[in-house]
């Protein structure tokens, strides 16, 4: 049986080496983009598989109930939420207008195809989501002196960390898989489109994104971090979490109750 993976952004950089990849592994493929060109181009190399090209603009509700349909009536093996949008600036620079699309792209697009896909993956027993963040999600608590100030675009990518988690766990047992990859700094367009020259700054290529990705789920890591080495590290955040979450109680924390 053939196998059938649809891939978000995927006429530039990370979602373009997603369906290069999942091509030579023999899947056929759903590609969705704005840049029609683009997504031609990466379809006529694809020579292998077969490729379906679907313009859309997942910050608009046509473009997304229209992928949403696609993720809902297609049998899909793997859905890879990869779009995104370069507004990676501080709340009071970015207008109204790139706040509302951030947030459509990288949290309510990913929230409704994923929702539109599971249950398709529910009936079959079988499939994998896989959402791209990036270790950015991580970064909330570093001063300003430390870490440059986007924190629109910090918030959705922690939001597809913390949907993925929570997701992975509603979905043990099924046979469908939930993953969140998260890279750090990554050799794309994504900060060309900012006006940032980072050339002379060590990058991971988006090829080995996506071997990481692949690799990630094969060890069965909800949260892939391709370039984080020690996995304790990341345990350590999930443990740190989880007794945060654990320490709550119904009463007045003492340091609030007296004075």
Do not use: W
């Amino acid at each position: 049986m053939s196998q059938l993976a649809l891939v978000t952004g995927a006429s530039s950089g990370i979602g373009k080496a997603f369906a290069e990849y999942l091509a030579a592994e023999g899947y056929d493929l759903i590609v969705v983009g704005r840049r029609k060109d683009r997504l031609e181009e990466l379809a006529a190399s694809l020579t292998e598989v077969k490729v379906r090209v679907v313009v859309a603009d997942l910050a608009t509700d046509d473009g997304l109930n229209s992928v949403a349909e696609l993720c809902a009536s297609q049998p899909l093996t793997l859905l890879v939420n990869n779009a995104g949008v370069a507004h990676y600036m501080p709340i009071s620079e970015l207008s109204a207008e790139q706040a509302r699309e951030l947030v459509n792209v990288k949290v309510v697009a990913p929230t409704m195809l994923t929702h539109a896909a599971v249950p398709g993956m529910l009936t079959r027993s079988s499939g994998t989501i896989i959402n791209v963040a990036g270790m950015i999600a991580f970064s909330g608590p570093a001063p300003s002196s430390q870490m440059p100030r986007r924190a629109v675009y910090t918030g959705t990518l922690a939001h597809l960390v913390a949907m993925s988690q929570t997701l992975s766990a509603e979905l043990e047992g099924t046979g469908v898989r939930v993953q969140v990859v998260c890279p750090g700094v990554v050799a794309t367009e994504f900060h060309t489109v900012q006006g940032m020259d980072l050339s002379s700054i060590p990058r991971m290529s988006a090829s080995e994104v996506v071997t990481g990705a692949m690799r990630g789920l094969e060890l069965g890591e909800v949260v892939c971090a391709p370039g984080v080495d020690d996995y304790g590290v990341l345990q350590a955040v999930f443990d740190a979490d989880l007794v945060a979450f654990g320490s709550q109680s119904h009463e007045l924390a003492t340091r609030y109750s007296t004075r």
